[in-house]
């Protein structure tokens, strides 16, 4: 028993990480139309931004600082590229995303090289305890942050001018353009906090209990689309639902990772996919989803 | 106020949408085009709005010219701020969205917060029942309250000059009845209105001016109660049997020329 509430507190929190860049996600397909795989190397900028400026100008600015760098690179990505091929296919627009983010993730491991980086996060690596139910002080702060931002994020989507238009242009883009929102803002300012979002979840997943920025935190990133693709593509809600699910069952997969042994080591990794694939086969367009992904 | 001039519109470079029109909406008239299905009636529309783009369209000869500022460079959101509004064919409201958002949504290009709360008390004094249903989603008005609230989303850009799409598409008589009597008061109010429309009866009772649109040529053009009188309009429109004897000149000056639809 204790085991598993231990399991599901640290499901729970690293699935609101999921779930920050699920958010993400799901914004820059609602405003856009792009699925966009360039979370991967947005989350590896923002760890490895933050790691190596700590040194220079120390913890808190660096974190602000990595956060804006992420947040300007997932923006230049939508002025530069997505936004100049607005009506193109999405399949198209997917497989660009696929080429940004093997240029930047190719730059990053390049820099990174066979250092081992670290964000001295503050706090360190020690655990909290309630009883025997342990849980790391960084993925403690890490929910709370990150269910902060994500309540943020769902006042502003639900009472923002900002939310508003958004979800106008993702109903009906053409009226929405009638009604004088600017589109192209909007798909803008969306990348931008996909961004922030994925910098600050970036910030929790490379501390404790993870060792170090390394680009295997990369694949940190491609566990999240399964959270949000099993949500619903298009539903914010649904991003929040499926990051917890996916967080959960891979800490429940490492926790009894003895008992499934029959299916092979590491099997907690790709949990998510699992989980994934079996949300698809009955509910085709996720569990909150309006599109269908087959017309993605 | 809105001036177009031997406009030529093509789709993807094939399609010859609208070909030749010239068209005038002085300034707080309402001005009618009336045409049947494929005549270039949206296509006009978009080519002042600046949606035309999003459909591959193209302006390929002519101007479009809205107190003297030129529109065919302009993207929708400018032409929002010139104070030009369309609302499209078929309402297109945030089903989504409740009532309230859909309206805050149409303010969204109006920069003048004391403007927009006037604009927002308007919309509620024309259309008390989006007021009384404000927290209902879009989609669960009826088709005549859903097209109230097109228009109602429309006026909160406060527009100079309104755009409607054929507003009585789809709707029972006795709608298209209040939906005449909202435009005449929205443009007693100081709202110029270009007003698209297959319903020749609606149309032609509120307009001052009107115009005949057939396969991208305007065929008729004048004064819409002299223009209601003419045998084409009363046989194609509005469904009377004109004598063929009976001939109108109309007060452009343009020759009657056959209705073909
Ligand atoms: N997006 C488009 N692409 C290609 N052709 C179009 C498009 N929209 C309209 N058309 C064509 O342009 C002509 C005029 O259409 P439209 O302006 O929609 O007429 P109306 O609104 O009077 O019914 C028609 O022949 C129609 O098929
Ligand atoms: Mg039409």
Redesign the pocket.
């Known amino acids: 028993m204790t085991q598993f509430l231990s399991l599901l507190l640290n499901g729970i929190s690293l699935g609101a990480l999921y779930a920050l860049i699920a958010l993400g996600f799901v914004i820059i397909f609602k405003s856009s139309e792009v699925v966009s795989f360039t979370h991967g190397s947005l989350l590896l900028l923002g760890a490895y931004s933050i790691a190596r400026l700590s040194d220079a100008i120390g913890f808190l600015p660096a974190v602000v600082v990595g956060i804006l760098i992420t947040a300007l690179a997932a923006f230049v990505i939508e002025r530069l590229i997505i936004n100049r091929l607005r009506g193109a296919a999405v399949i198209s627009l997917a497989i660009v995303t696929i080429g940004v983010d093997i240029i930047i993730l190719t730059e990053l491991i390049r820099r990174i090289g066979s250092d081992i980086l670290n964000v001295p996060h503050p706090w360190g690596g020690e655990s909290f305890r309630i009883g025997s139910v342990g849980l790391s002080q960084n993925r403690l702060i890490a929910f709370i942050v990150a269910a902060l931002l994500i309540a943020l994020f769902f006042v502003a989507f639900k009472y923002s001018n900002w939310g508003i238009a958004m979800r106008a242009s993702a109903e009906d883009g053409e009226t929405a353009a009638l009604m004088g929102i600017r589109q192209g803002r909007v798909s803008a300012l969306a990348w931008v906090v996909a961004g922030v979002l994925a910098a600050v979840a970036a910030l929790f997943l490379v501390g404790s209990p993870t060792p170090g920025v390394s680009p295997t935190a990369y694949a940190v990133a491609l566990r999240a689309f399964p959270a949000a693709i099993l949500g619903g593509l298009d539903s914010t809600g649904g991003a929040l639902v499926g990051g917890l699910l996916i967080g959960i069952a891979e800490a429940m997969a490492a926790g009894y990772q003895d008992q499934l042994l029959f299916l092979g080591r590491g099997f907690s990794a790709v949990v998510p996919f699992i989980v994934m694939i079996a949300v698809l086969m009955f509910r085709p367009s996720g569990l909150f989803g309006t599109k269908e992904l087959t017309r993605v | 106020m809105l001036s177009i001039e031997s406009l030529h519109v093509t789709?993807?470079g094939a399609?010859q949408?609208v070909r030749g029109v010239s068209m005038e909406v002085p300034d707080g008239k309402v001005v009618a085009v009336l045409?049947s299905?494929?005549?270039?009636?949206?296509?006009?529309l978009r080519t002042v709005s600046g949606t035309l783009r999003l459909?591959?369209?193209r302006v390929e000869q002519g101007t479009v010219r809205f107190d003297g500022t030129d529109l065919v460079t302009k993207d929708p959101a400018q032409a929002v701020r010139l104070g030009l509004v369309q609302v499209p064919?078929g309402r297109r409201i945030f089903g989504r969205l409740t009532v309230e958002e859909n309206l805050r949504a149409g303010g969204m290009g109006n920069r003048d917060k004391s403007a927009k709360a006037q604009a927002q008390q308007r919309v509620y004094d024309l259309f008390p029942v989006l007021k009384e249903r404000s927290s209902q989603r879009g989609a669960l008005l009826s088709g005549g309250e859903q097209q109230m609230l097109a228009i109602g989303r429309a006026l909160m850009a406060s527009p100079k000059l309104l755009l409607l799409d054929e507003p009585s598409l789809g709707l029972a008589p006795r709608i298209i009845g209040q939906i005449g009597e909202v435009i005449a008061e929205i443009n007693r109010q100081g709202t110029s209105v270009l007003l698209v429309e297959q319903n020749a009866t609606m149309a032609l009772g509120v307009a001052d001016l009107a115009y005949v649109?057939d396969v991208?040529e305007v065929s008729l053009s004048g004064n819409a109660r002299q223009l209601s009188e003419t045998d084409e309009v009363q046989r194609l429109y509005l469904g009377h049997d004109g004598g063929d004897e009976r001939r109108v000149r109309v007060p452009s000056g343009k020759k009657l020329s056959r209705w073909t639809a």
């Open positions: 789709y993807g399609v949408a045409g299905n494929g005549a270039g009636k949206t296509t006009l459909h591959r369209g064919e649109l991208g």
